[in-house]
């Protein structure tokens, strides 16, 4: 829905490709990516397992399915992954892991969407027993969606690896918005990667691409992974056009989402000096509010044009992106106090 003056809200994926982005499009150089010829998804990748320290990286049409070929190349049927209970694959990939994978999914408790190490230690099952489904592999979402856009640093995440090395299970990082934990942080992406098996991140969120995660580890699991991107009809072919986005992205857009955080940040200072409260913290673009009836509030304020999502039964999302400049975020806040306060 395209108004203008509407200010969007709803998700860091709304975001469109800016005039220099569809330009590299134009001008990138092709060729029949499943055949492993397109020179662009190759510089992508190339580049993108330099950036975080892997053998190999695999383009792919989105953060779900980089999320599906982690699990399916790391678990077998039967098997179980670890996940917090807020994780996206848990609420929101339409249980592909269960039909795709025979996967079971063991969900974990912990602040802000985050994992604690004894928390992970304990739901591990690693038995000869044939009653049980053993664990295989585990996930951490960096920044996690659902908890606020809260982020791990690399000390937590090294704490955590040293748990999943104990037990011999792989760790997968869905990285969706890594790079917004990279730059909150002030980490490198490949400070978090050195400790999981297997990272992916989107190249369609906040970095503005129109499409395309990137999924990346080992040569071995990447293999597998690659049979299995082909297997779900994930292999593109001239896919060149979309990993052109992806190269600018990373070369102009990273540091920018310092700007969405900083957005974020004064919007919530602005609703929270006139006594809005907000469930939890929001370290980066995420910004949960909660208000009583939040499905009819978000109607208020899209007809007052803000479109927000409602989460819950009180709970709103606020989600700051490239396309939200100083003036609509500034806006937005003005919008929101009159909505919810009157
Ligand atoms: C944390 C997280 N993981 C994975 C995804 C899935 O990405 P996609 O929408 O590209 O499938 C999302 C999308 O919002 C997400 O927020």
Redesign the pocket.
């Known amino acids: 829905m395209d108004r203008p003056g509407f200010i969007d809200l709803r ?1 860091d ?1 709304v975001t469109r490709p800016t005039p220099d982005m569809r330009r590299a499009m134009a001008e990138a150089a092709v060729g029949d990516d499943v055949m492993g010829e397109d020179p662009t998804v190759n510089r992508l990748q190339d580049h993108a397992a330099d950036l975080l320290g892997k053998e190999r990286a695999l383009f792919v049409p ?3 399915m980089a ?1 599906l070929l982690a699990f399916v190349s790391q678990a077998r049927p039967g098997e179980s992954i670890l996940l917090h209970q807020d994780a ?1 694959p848990f609420h929101y990939e339409g249980g592909n892991v269960a039909v795709v994978g025979g996967l079971l999914t063991r969900p974990l408790p912990g602040a802000q969407g985050k994992v604690a190490p004894e928390t992970l230690a304990a739901a591990v099952v690693r038995s000869g027993d044939h009653h049980l489904s053993n664990t295989t592999v585990a996930a951490l ?1 960096n920044t996690t ?1 659902r908890g606020g856009g809260a982020c791990y640093t690399p000390d937590e995440f090294a704490a955590l690896a040293a748990v999943t090395r104990a037990h011999g299970i792989r760790l997968h990082c ?1 990285g ?2 890594l790079f917004n934990a990279a730059v909150a942080t002030g980490a490198a992406p490949a400070d978090f990667a050195r400790h999981c098996d297997t990272v992916c991140f ?1 190249l ?2 906040g970095l503005g691409a129109p499409a395309g ?1 990137v999924l990346a580890g080992d040569e071995a699991t990447l293999e597998e992974a690659h049979r299995y991107r082909k297997l779900l009809g994930g292999g593109m072919r001239q896919a060149g056009v979309l990993a052109a986005a992806g190269l600018h992205a990373l070369e102009h857009h990273v540091a920018d989402l310092a700007e969405d955080h900083r957005r974020a940040r004064g919007f919530r200072d602005a609703l929270e000096a006139r006594g809005v409260a907000f469930p939890l913290p929001s370290p980066t673009n995420i910004v949960y509010i909660a208000v009583p009836g939040a499905p009819a509030a978000a109607a208020a304020l899209a007809e007052a044009g803000v479109r927000v999502f409602a989460t819950g039964p009180d709970r709103l999302r606020a989600v700051f992106h490239r396309d939200v400049s100083d003036e609509d975020a500034a806006r937005a806040a003005e919008v929101f106090s009159r909505v919810l306060l009157g």
């Open positions: 998700s994926t989105s953060g779900t999320n996206h979402e969606n869905d969706a918005r989107c369609s969120k995660s």
